[in-house]
């Protein structure tokens, strides 16, 4: 029997897979990429044009409002007035997809099987043989900011326990509107990556009596990033054009900004990493939740399935379901390498 452990209610003791090796990434070949050597330095590097502009905004922009527009709720893409949130899906911070099947709608397995995107896991890793996440993506429209969680504030945090202190994932997204300073989108602290585990070690003593989280993610308060401003890591919103990616380690402290302009911010997150890091129990899981349309957590050996995927308000494949190339049905785990 396959069994789900869930976002809201992990518990476990130590993170999951905690007993298994990291990967490693394939760094310091001769013919090592200029942006795998920014990666490691920066712990995010943009990765310009892994899709074309045209296709950005005319394949994948679409798609994401005929996503929203399907729900039939009342949001118009080219109606301001109905960029309300009583009009639109469920949702967190502002338009963070994590349900009704996003994952599997088929403008995202499409985003996640372009083959420049594969290409760049690929030469991260130094291995073909790939597996990759479930996780959402974020169709951000522009709310009045008192129906956005926390108020549009921003939300710091890592998403790796502080009990797993190696670099043991790294996320990516596919961007697909224009992203400039003032629109919503990624931004991270340059450098904090690098120094995560050195954080943790030092501030043993702040370990509460019910422990930080085991799931793999923390949130950061402005004081305890004080620390890091002190080591020099400076806040960065990396300007993105349509079709960029953005890879960052997963240690890094980011967060996704709400749209400040009246633009708004799409982005389809992916995720990749060697398949031969799951167990066969995770090889079964993962098939499970596809075949239910979970969404997951980022990464895509040790993931756990996020919150809500059972409600009662949470639909199933919405819509039809996607037609997936070989490539991905082999990161699925559907089909063998
Ligand atoms: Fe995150």
């Not at 995010?44 to 950005?56: I, L």
């Not at 639109?88 to 349900?99: A, D, K, T």
């Not at 202190?165 to 790294?170: F, G, K, N, S, T």
């Not at 995560?196 to 930080?212: I, V």
């Amino acid at each position: 029997m396959v069994v789900f452990k869930n976002q809201k209610d992990f518990k476990d003791p130590v993170p999951v897979g905690a007993d298994k090796p990291s990967p490693q990434i394939a760094a310091g070949t001769p013919e090592e990429p200029q942006w795998l050597k920014d990666f490691q330095r920066d712990g995010f590097v943009v990765v310009k044009g892994v899709v074309s502009k045209e296709k950005a905004l005319n394949y994948y922009a679409p798609a994401g409002e005929d996503w929203l527009e399907g729900f039939n709720l009342g949001y118009k893409r080219d109606d301001p007035s109905t960029w309300d949130v009583k009009n639109l899906p469920r949702h967190n911070h502002g338009g963070l997809y994590s349900q009704y099947s996003f994952a599997h709608a088929q403008f995202v397995w499409d985003a996640k099987t372009e083959p420049k995107i594969v290409e760049l896991f690929e030469k991260l890793w130094g291995t073909k043989e790939l597996t990759v996440s479930f996780d959402g993506g974020s169709l951000a429209v522009p709310l009045p900011v008192d129906q956005v969680q926390g108020n549009a504030k921003p939300w710091p945090h890592s998403d790796q326990s502080a009990y797993r202190p190696q670099r043991h994932c790294v996320q990516g997204l596919l961007n697909i509107l224009p992203n400039g300073p003032e629109d919503g989108g990624l931004n991270v602290l340059k450098g904090s990556a690098n120094l995560f585990e050195q954080y943790f070690k030092e501030h043993m003593h702040l370990e509460p009596p019910e422990k930080w989280p085991t799931r793999d993610g923390y949130s950061w308060k402005e004081d305890e990033l004080k620390w890091f401003y002190d080591r020099g890591c400076e806040w960065v919103k990396p300007d993105m054009d349509p079709g960029d990616f953005v890879l960052w380690d997963s240690r890094e402290v980011h967060y996704g900004a709400f749209p400040k302009s009246q633009n708004k911010r799409f982005a389809v997150y992916i995720c990749y990493k060697p398949i031969a890091f799951m167990s066969d129990e995770q090889k079964a899981v993962k098939v499970e939740a596809f075949k239910r349309g979970y969404c997951t957590t980022h990464d895509p050996c040790d993931f756990i399935i996020k919150g809500d995927q059972d409600a009662e308000w949470n639909i199933h494949w919405p819509y039809p379901k996607p037609v997936i190339n070989e490539q991905g049905q082999k990161a699925i785990g559907l089909i063998p390498y």
